[in-house]
Nanobody, 120 residues
Framework: VRVVESGGGMVQAGGSLRLSCAAS????????MGWFRQAPGKERDFVAV????????YYADSVKGRFTISRDNTKSMIYLQMTSLKPEDTAVYYC??????????????WGQGTQVTVSS
């Protein structure tokens, strides 16, 4: 299993970013996929999930209405469009397959993540 996240950066509050995740080493279209994030000194938290075929999405309350998750099964990629960013969105963002129901990561291995920093 391998995932590679990209697209992070530094933005001002209210700005936007689009994260990407390239996955390999498993049957991508068989899995729900999602994003998690870890802020300094905090645990890694669930952010958003998209179902295996893209028709189902679910978001943490903290990002609902501001973030949009999507996937492209032809490229084994998922994306996270982030708008109206807030300083509290500052974190390292990771992707992983997701177990639906309790929204926990399916695989133990993680990528390197991509840093998102939002300044006020």
């Amino acid at each position: 299993v391998r995932v590679v996240e990209s697209g992070g950066g530094m933005v001002q509050a209210g700005g936007s970013l689009r994260l990407s995740c390239a996955a390999s080493g498993f049957v991508f279209s068989d899995y729900a996929m999602g994003w998690f994030r870890q802020a300094p000194g905090k645990e890694r938290d669930f952010v958003a999930v998209v179902g295996s075929r893209g028709g189902y999405t679910y978001y943490a309350d903290s990002v609902k209405g501001r973030f949009t998750i999507s996937r492209d099964n032809t490229k084994s990629m998922i994306y996270l469009q982030m708008t109206s960013l807030k300083p509290e969105d500052t974190a390292v963002y990771y992707c992983n397959a997701v177990l639906l129901g309790n929204y926990i990561p399916a695989f133990r291995s993680w990528g390197q993540g991509t840093q998102v920093t939002v300044s006020s």
